[in-house]
């Protein structure tokens, strides 16, 4: 469920923020603290819902590893409906999401640097425009790359490890595939801890209040 939430939080802080940078005077209207609670419960619904699958095909089983063990795993009637949820999770947890974070960032990009009125026919104003725009758009370049990298980073290497096992079944297991995929996961649950990191350093005010906060020693 987790999983499921943070991936769609990511996705819907993208739209929040292409919402608010696109229509400022708009999302003054909308984003409130009751709206963002009720995004937040419905986030957390559906991904409560959309986990279902993995809490009905849990199963014990016993397994060998340094003695007998019980281990609690996700047990499928079939290797068909396996690959279908596997695919499904591809889909709903990474694809989705980083092309969620795509589109709103491109949008973003297209429409901000564009003059909200009509410069007039005079040389430097028009100057002053064209800089100021390719400085919003350098600012928002920077930060598509930033989010784009730091999703796929982090989430990529879990969910094509997990497709790849499904897909080729046949692939002996090893100890240095479950260490990569121990890796794998602990790449996405730092997701959750670099994000609020970036998303903070990557803002000018915050970076103004760090440095007064903290300020270098100059000898």
């Excluded at 609670?37 to 809490?55: D, F, N, T």
């Excluded at 014990?60 to 499928?76: A, D, I, K, M, R």
């Excluded at 796929?152 to 490890?161: A, N, R």
């Excluded at 297991?173 to 996405?188: E, G, Q, T, V």
Aim: glycine letters at 4%.
């Amino acid at each position: 469920v987790t999983v499921q939430a943070t991936c769609i939080t990511l996705s819907a802080m993208s739209v929040d923020r292409c919402y608010v940078t696109v229509y400022p005077l708009q999302s003054l209207r909308h984003r409130t603290p009751r709206m963002a609670m009720a995004v937040s419960i419905a986030i957390w619904i559906g991904s409560l819902g959309l986990s279902v699958p993995v809490a009905v095909y849990q199963r014990l089983e016993t397994g060998y590893w340094y003695g007998p063990q019980v281990y609690c795993t996700e047990s499928f009637p079939s290797p068909e409906r396996q690959k279908a949820f596997i695919l499904y999770t591809f889909l709903a947890v990474y694809l989705l999401p980083l092309l969620t974070i795509c589109l709103c960032h491109a949008f973003m990009l297209k429409r901000m640097g564009q003059p909200v009125v009509e410069p007039a026919d005079n040389s430097y104003q028009v100057q002053v425009l064209a800089e100021r725009a390719e400085a919003v758009r350098t600012r928002i370049s920077r930060m598509v790359v930033v989010m784009v990298l730091l999703f796929t980073v982090c989430w990529g290497p879990i969910q094509l490890s997990v497709l790849y096992q499904a897909l080729h079944p046949a692939t002996r297991r090893s100890y240095a595939l479950y260490k990569l995929k121990i890796w794998a996961h602990c790449m996405s649950y730092s997701s959750s801890s670099v994000n609020p990191i970036i998303y903070a350093f990557m803002g000018a005010n915050f970076r103004k209040s760090f440095k007064k906060a903290f300020p270098s020693s100059q000898t």
